[in-house]
Each structure stands twice: as C-alpha cells, then as structure tokens.
Nanobody, 121 residues
Framework: QVQLVESGGGLVQPGGSLRLSCAASGSFFSINDMGWYRQAPGMQRELVAAITRRGSTDYADSVKGRFTISRDNAKNTVYLQMNSLKPEDTAVYYC???????????????WGQGTQVTVSS
C-alpha cells in the first residue's frame, strides 16, 4: 500500500554535506511520523532523527547540531540534511514511515530499501 523512494546517499569527505530524501506514495489514509534510521556494519539499526506530522523533531545525541530533519506533508516527503559529516556517520540510512491504511486503521511501520552514506577521505 505504501512505496518509499529514497535518494541522496553517496560518498562525501569528512566535513561535507549530503541531503537525503524519501518520498512516500501509494494508497493510504495518512502518513504520521516519518524518520531516518541508520545501520553500520556489525551494529544495530539506530534512530537518527524523526519528525511528527506537526513538525516536532527528535534527534540522536550524536547528530544534534549537525543534522536537520524536515518534511513536506503535501508531497509526503521527508528530508535529512546532514552537515559536518564524520566517518562515524558511515552507514546505510533507512527511511521509516508510520501510516494508516484507512482512517480507522492502526498505525503501521514501513521501511525504505536503504541508501548508503560513506564519509571518507
């Protein structure tokens, strides 16, 4: 019912910037919370940043002051602006949305396919 298309990953030098995008489409009543998670090799997936439909945000301590999450509700798209990137930010970044299939439905999770971010000189 939901499709997510992620873009914006790649290779960047330390101190550089990248902007990730994730667009949701398909058949659903609403997209509620949207967020970005990441998973480095051998590590558990962790929350990077999340944003509610009204714009309240939450960040991992490790990215506060460097990353900014935003969304365009009209386009059902969430963005992650990543500045001052560090080698330890290297990971696969996954988009996550919580959505309702119908107005009376419970919230469901849906994950994107992931996009690689590599920070290296």
């Amino acid at each position: 019912q939901v499709q997510l298309v992620e873009s914006g990953g790649g290779l960047v030098q330390p101190g550089g910037s990248l902007r990730l995008s994730c667009a949701a489409s398909g058949s659903f009543f609403s997209i509620n919370d949207m967020g970005w998670y990441r998973q480095a090799p051998g590590m558990q997936r962790e929350l990077v940043a999340a944003i509610t439909r009204r714009g309240s945000t939450d960040y991992a301590d490790s990215v506060k002051g460097r990353f900014t999450i935003s969304r365009d509700n009209a386009k059902n798209t969430v963005y992650l602006q990543m500045n001052s990137l560090k080698p330890e930010d290297t990971a696969v970044y996954y988009c996550n949305v919580k959505y309702k299939r119908y107005s009376s439905s419970l919230l469901r999770d849906y994950w994107g396919q992931g996009t690689q971010v590599t920070v290296s000189s």
